[in-house]
């Protein structure tokens, strides 16, 4: 799915809303602006306009869920820290000493360390 900027968005809604809520008079309008890309679909304009009358702009609505907090730097620093100290400690000992969950402590490793485990 093709994803739209802020800008383009709020264009779209304003292109349907001076053309009396006319989807095929809005896609035209589109395609003669912009030739080379295709238009959105008509649910996607029904959705941006909705969007744009619920909650008065047609920026994405927060995320749902818990938000993760392995990644926080003092977590990163620790890590960093007794990784550089004891380079041969594993994981398991690692996380009991610092008492990070082992899944965190491998995300910790390799997506702000790039360090992966390798087998020998």
């Known amino acids: 799915m093709f994803k739209y900027t802020r800008q383009e968005r709020a264009e779209i809604v304003t292109i349907f809303i001076e053309n009396n809520r006319s989807i095929i008079d809005t896609q035209r309008k589109l395609r003669q602006k912009y030739p080379n890309r295709s238009v959105p679909d008509k649910r996607t304009i029904y959705r941006l306009y909705a969007n744009f009358r619920q909650y008065g ?64």
């Open 57 to 120: 702009t047609t920026a994405d609505r927060p995320r749902s869920g818990r938000q993760q907090m392995f990644h926080n730097a003092k977590n990163v620093a620790l890590v960093h820290d007794s990784v550089s100290e004891f380079p041969q400690t594993s994981v398991r000992r690692r996380d009991s000493q610092l008492h990070i969950s082992a899944r965190s402590l491998i995300r910790i490793l390799k997506t702000h360390l790039k360090m992966f485990a390798y087998k020998i």
